[in-house]
C-alpha cells in the first residue's frame, strides 16, 4: 500500500510553492497513435495473422496443360493475449500533518482524503504518463525492458517477449553488424568504482563524452552490476587520448584485452544510416501499406535521432536537401531520402531496426485501457479509509514475415 513518504522531509512551515513536481520521464506518443504499427483491436484471447503465397512458373507452351508443380501456401502467426494489471492503495491520511491540510475539509473523517489537486496530480501526472511509458517498454522490450523506465517494472506471471526480443531470438529475421564506422577495438578495460573505470580503444577520434557505447566480445571475467561487460553499454565520462572514463563501476581481476567497442553519435551517425539504407532490399524499401503513412522506417532510440539532428544542424554550404526544418521537430517523423527515421523512446542503445508498418501487430481490446485508471474511495463502501488504484490491460506484438524486419546492432 502506497502511504503519503517524506522522503526528504516534511517542513510545514515558511511558504509553500504553488504546483506540484515530479522527476522527468520520456512520454512516447504511442506506436498505434505515431503509425509505427498496425492495431488489431477488440481482441479478448488469441488473434489468428494468416498469410497466402503462391510462385509463379513460366513454362514451355505446349497444346496440353500441365499445371505447375507446388501448393498455395498459407501461413500463421498468432497475437495470444496477455493480461496484467496496476493495483495501487493509497493512505492518505498523513495529509493532516503536510501542507495540503489547508486544503481539507473540515471533519475528522476528512483527513482521510485526498485534495483535489493532488488527485488530479497522482491521476493526470503520476499514473497515467506511467502506464503508458510502461507500456510502450512492454511493447518493444518486453517484461524485462519495463524496469528499464525507471518508474514501472513487470510482475505479472505470463511470458511477454516484446518485438525486439522476439526479432532477436528468430533465426529466420536477417541481423547485421553495425558498419566498421560504429566500431573500434578495445585493448583494455580497467575494473574501478563508479566514474573510475576506464576502457581504452585502438581510436578515440570519433568517441565525446555521453556516448553509450557497447562492449561485444570482451574477454577476462569483469562484470559490471554482476553481469558480464560483454554485452554490455556503458555511458562515457571523459576521453582522454584513447581511453574512456565510463560512468559504471567495473569489477573482476582478470581485465579484458580484446573486444570491440560500438557507438553512434553525431560523428558517425550519417555513415551508419547510409549503409543501413543501402542495406535494405528494394521490395521492403519501396513498400507502402495501409498504416500510418506506409513507409518503411528505420527505428531508432532518442540518442541516435539526436545524433543525426545535430548532424544536420552542423552541415553547412554542401547540406542541400538534408537540413530541412522537420529533421528537428521532436515530435515528428524525420524524412531521410524515401523513407523516414523514426525516435523511439524506449529502446536498445546502438540497435537500429527496419520494418514497414504493415508488417508489425499491435494487438489490444481497447487502446484507451493502457491508460485508464480506475480509482475508488472505499470509505463509504468498506469503512477502509483509502483510495484503490486499478487498471487493466490485454496486449500482444508481433510480426507476420521475419524476412521483412532487419536488425542492425553490435555484434
Known amino acids: ?82 493480461a496484467y494489471e496496476v493495483m495501487d492503495q493509497i493512505d492518505a491520511e498523513l495529509l493532516r500533518t503536510t501542507w495540503e491540510s489547508e486544503q481539507q475539509r473540515v471533519g475528522d473523517f476528512e483527513d482521510y482524503k485526498l485534495t483535489p489537486e493532488l488527485y488530479n496530480f497522482l491521476l493526470e501526472r503520476i ?16 517484461k524485462a525492458g519495463v524496469a528499464s523506465t525507471g518508474v514501472a517494472s513487470a510482475t505479472f506471471s505470463a511470458a511477454y517477449t516484446g518485438l525486439l526480443p522476439q526479432i532477436i531470438a528468430d533465426a529466420n529475421a536477417p541481423k547485421f553488424a553495425l558498419p566498421p564506422s560504429a566500431a573500434t577495438a578495445i585493448t583494455a578495460v580497467a575494473s574501478g568504482a563508479a566514474n573510475a573505470a576506464t576502457v581504452t580503444v ?26 558480464t561487460i560483454a554485452g554490455q553499454t556503458v555511458t562515457v565520462l ?9 560512468q559504471e563501476a567495473v569489477t573482476g581481476a582478470t581485465p579484458a584485452s580484446t573486444g570491440t567497442a560500438f557507438f553512434i553519435n553525431q560523428n558517425n551517425v550519417m555513415a551508419v544510416l547510409t549503409s543501413i ?31 543525426y539532428r545535430v548532424a544536420n544542424g552542423l552541415i553547412s554550404g554542401s547540406g542541400g536537401g538534408f537540413t530541412r526544418e522537420s529533421y528537428f521537430a521532436q515530435d515528428a517523423l524525420i524524412p531521410y531520402l524515401d523513407i523516414d527515421l523514426v525516435a523511439m523512446p524506449v529502446w536498445n542503445d546502438n540497435q537500429l531496426c527496419v520494418f514497414n508498418p504493415g508488417n508489425v501487430f499491435l494487438g489490444f481490446d481497447l487502446l484507451s485501457d493502457e491508460v485508464y485508471a480506475r480509482v475508488l474511495y472505499l470509505g463509504d463502501v468498506t469503512g477502509d479509509d483509502v483510495y484503490r488504484v486499478k487498471n487493466r490491460m490485454k496486449s500482444d506484438i508481433t510480426y507476420k514475415y521475419s524476412n521483412e524486419v532487419f536488425l542492425y546492432r553490435p555484434q
Open 202 to 227: 585502438a581510436s578515440a577520434a570519433n568517441i565525446i563524452p555521453g556516448d553509450r557505447v557497447t562492449l561485444i566480445g570482451t574477454n577476462g571475467n569483469q562484470t559490471i552490476g554482476g553481469v
Open 277 to 307: 539504407y543501402m542495406s535494405i532490399p528494394q521490395r521492403v524499401k519501396k513498400q507502402i501499406s495501409s498504416t500510418g503513412n506506409g513507409r518503411t522506417k528505420i527505428h531508432v532510440s532518442d540518442r541516435v535521432a539526436d545524433a
Open 238 to 246: 571523459t576521453v582522454a587520448g584513447n581511453v574512456l572514463t565510463i
Open 1 to 82: 500500500m502506497a502511504i503519503i513518504n517524506f522522503p526528504n522531509g516534511n517542513t510545514y512551515n515558511g511558504k509553500l510553492y504553488a504546483e506540484y513536481l515530479t522527476p522527468a520521464i520520456l512520454a512516447p506518443a504511442g506506436l498505434v497513435n505515431r503509425g509505427l504499427v498496425t492495431p488489431v483491436e477488440t481482441v479478448k484471447n488469441k488473434e489468428v495473422l494468416r498469410g497466402v503465397s503462391r510462385a509463379i512458373e513460366f513454362q514451355q507452351p505446349s497444346a496440353m496443360f500441365t499445371a505447375q508443380s507446388g501448393n498455395i501456401d498459407l501461413s500463421e502467426r498468432v497475437l495470444e493475449m496477455k
Open 127 to 142: 499514473y497515467v504518463p506511467r502506464m503508458a511509458l510502461a507500456n510502450e517498454a512492454l511493447y518493444i522490450l518486453g
